[in-house]
């Protein structure tokens, strides 16, 4: 049993929540999970958060529905949003069920976190576990951040976007962000470092940001999750990039001058 504290303080979780509810993407994600679902009468979240992924698989009409999260203050919103939901305060490398229990795992924008703050070995382990609670045939389905690689881009910022890059650069504790200035006006960054950045504004100065600050949303290629799904016995059925970058950038007053657009997030289904 795990004795490390929750990632996410009382006030830190609150703000995550509120930003989960106002994301507008967030919906396009759940009908991505929902329209992958198939025959499911047993469906487990990890990492469940604030239970928004809970609430609309229950709705979709899946009878068993249960959410983990190693966070009692994310498990008390999850219980709010999806009160007929069968909620247990655990972390993912120690699944509180029997072998066999579920025909679907979903596991949304957690595995990063598992990466990033667990202990070294603790992604294989949880992936295992993954396995060991699937049932025969069961599917694991996943979504989280993708890894754009180290190519350089040209872009051009409004002056609001401008403040906000040295703001962030100031902030950053992840890595160092590098770019170059052109006397246009224009900047030369990689898009790691844009990814992380564009991704990052709305947690400025929110009770997110420090954690925000201390990790990327850079941290997976498709190689490495494809041994991991090997690692545990898993068989990849689907690899869906998706979320264009092109969307965070307008959002944000971002012109991409040099460079295409890329897709910034992965959802993959994997059968046991
Ligand atoms: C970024 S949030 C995603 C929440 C939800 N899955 C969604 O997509 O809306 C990640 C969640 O995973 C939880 N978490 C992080 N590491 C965990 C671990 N090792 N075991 C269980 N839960 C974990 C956090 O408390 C948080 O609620």
């Not at 219980?79 to 120690?94: I, Q, T, V």
């Not at 990327?216 to 041994?227: K, L, N, S």
Request: glycine residues 6%; proline residues 4%.
């Amino acid at each position: 049993m795990s004795t490390q504290e929750p990632l996410y303080s009382k006030d830190a979780a609150e703000a995550l929540t509120q930003r989960e509810r106002a994301n507008q993407r967030v919906q396009g994600r759940i009908q991505l999970v929902l329209d992958r679902l198939g025959k499911c009468e047993s469906f487990l979240d990890i990492g469940c958060g604030s239970g928004q992924y809970l609430r609309a698989v229950a709705a979709h009409g899946v009878t068993h529905v249960v959410g983990i999260d190693e966070s009692p203050d994310r498990l008390a919103e999850a219980r709010r949003a999806c009160p007929h939901a069968e909620l247990h305060k655990a972390r993912a490398d120690s699944l509180p069920f029997s072998d066999q229990s579920f025909d679907v795992v979903l596991a949304a924008q957690v595995l990063h976190e598992i990466y990033l703050f667990g202990q070294p070995d603790e992604l294989p382990r949880v992936f295992r576990e993954i396995q060991r609670v699937l049932k025969p045939k069961g599917r694991l389905i996943a979504l989280d951040h993708l890894d754009p690689g180290a190519e350089r881009v040209r872009v051009r910022l409004s002056s609001q976007a401008r403040w906000q890059l040295d703001y962030f650069v100031q902030r950053y504790k992840f890595s160092t962000v590098s770019f170059q200035e052109h006397p246009d006006g224009t900047l030369w960054l990689s898009r790691r470092d844009l990814q992380d950045f564009v991704t990052k504004i709305w947690s400025f100065g929110t009770a997110v940001e420090d954690l925000e600050m201390r990790e990327t949303h850079c941290p997976f290629g498709r190689e490495q999750i494809e041994a991991l799904l090997r690692e545990a016995r898993l068989t990849l059925t689907e690899w869906l990039a998706f979320e264009e970058i092109s969307e965070d950038l307008k959002d944000y007053g971002i012109e991409l001058v040099e460079g295409a657009s890329w897709p910034r997030k992965f959802l993959l289904v994997a059968q046991r």
